[in-house]
């Protein structure tokens, strides 16, 4: 979100539906490498080079990309079902940074390879920073900073100019607000055709509604095949007794490991507690894996655990989405990042459904 413009209508948005009460983010992101046995920044800053163990192959590899400025100076692959999510960003980096801070990382995180994974598809055109309206096709994932500064300090986030907002004591009231004045059904959709949508508490006919908005995955609502796949995630909540990771939001961990990150949510809650810190660790949760049943139904009811968080967006994927969406009234809508199949954050979301509103 633009940092504090009530012109902006997401900002204005999330401000209402707060009341105000939020606060911005300061992020602070860091990769520990374990072949390296070190933190670095992230996203990669070209200052913390020098303290790899690797640097001359890491810089020469550069060269062959960039000028004496080191600003990239060569065509640069563009977005397309023919060009990898690997090969997009070893063409701007190199195959040395790419193997430390991406290739393993990619296979926890999405369960398939970044050589599997098309471009085209990969990045939801609202993942662009529309302020600016930054060109991915020309995107430099590396940082450059002015001197060299404390591994502590740095630009951290990927476009500058966006600002992250958590709501203060999180998003739940906010809901309970957006639908004010709405009846509000807690039913299951049992069967949905082009003509109807039976739950299990009433037959509702779509003739006698003007748009009906989808927010659920296609297979979910249907209840047909073919099923889309997804990633997991499970949330493992620690309190540790002290003040921890002080300024610093979240650790990504781009190797062996079993864990992607490890996040301080008391940063990203603005949360304050004196002595003692929340963190969760992020753990891949593989389509078919299970868990003792009452540890998984205490992690569902608490929001700590999803088995399909991120949507899988390769061809055969996108193919069964609009096969499913075949099943749905003529005049669904589908919003948000399961019904659009999209990887978007809750900003993200927001700014698709004004959009989607806007064009009705």
């Not at 692959?77 to 070893?90: C, H, I, L, M, N």
């Not at 926890?108 to 060109?135: C, H, I, V």
């Not at 509702?204 to 209840?223: E, G, Q």
Request: glycine share 4%; with cysteine; charged share 30%.
């Amino acid at each position: 979100m633009s940092k504090d413009d009530m012109t902006d209508p997401i900002t204005k948005t999330f401000h209402d539906l707060t009341e105000g009460k939020y606060h911005h983010v300061d992020r602070k992101l860091f990769s520990y490498v374990d072949r390296d046995q070190r933190f670095y920044r992230y996203p990669i800053h070209f200052e913390d080079i020098k303290r790899m163990p690797d640097e001359e192959r890491i810089l020469s590899e550069l060269k062959e990309m960039r000028g004496e400025d080191w600003k990239i100076n060569k065509p640069l692959p563009k977005r397309s079902k023919d060009v990898s999510f690997a090969k997009y960003y070893a063409s701007r980096i190199g195959d040395r940074l790419y193997d430390k801070f991406m290739r393993l990382y990619t296979l926890k995180m999405w369960g398939y390879s970044g050589d599997d994974m098309p471009t085209d598809t990969t990045f939801a055109d609202q993942l662009r920073d529309k302020n600016q309206e930054k060109n991915m096709d020309q995107h430099d994932p590396m940082h450059f900073e002015v001197e060299v500064t404390p591994l502590a300090e740095g630009t951290f986030c990927v476009y500058p100019t966006v600002n992250a907002k958590y709501a203060m004591g999180g998003y739940n009231a906010m809901f309970d607000k957006m639908v004010d004045g709405c009846e509000v059904r807690h039913e299951e959709v049992i069967v949905v055709t082009k003509d109807s949508i039976i739950t299990n508490g009433d037959s509702l006919w779509t003739s006698h509604y003007d748009h009906i908005f989808n927010t659920l995955a296609p297979d979910l609502v249907t209840k047909r095949e073919p099923i889309l796949r997804a990633m997991g995630r499970i949330m493992i909540p620690f309190i540790i007794p002290e003040k921890i990771m002080e300024g610093v939001e979240t650790i990504y961990y781009p190797g062996y490991e079993f864990q992607t990150r490890l996040t301080n949510m008391d940063r990203v809650t603005g949360h304050e507690n004196a002595v003692a810190t929340l963190l969760t660790m992020e753990i891949p949760v593989y389509p078919g894996t299970t868990f003792p049943a009452p540890m998984l139904f205490y992690a569902k009811d608490h929001s700590l655990y999803c088995d399909r968080a991120y949507p899988d967006r390769r061809k055969e994927e996108i193919e069964k989405l609009m096969e499913l969406r075949k099943n749905f009234p003529d005049r669904t809508i589908h919003c948000g990042r399961m019904a659009e199949w999209q990887y978007m954050g809750m900003s993200e979301v927001m700014r698709s459904a004004y959009e989607k509103v806007e064009n009705l």
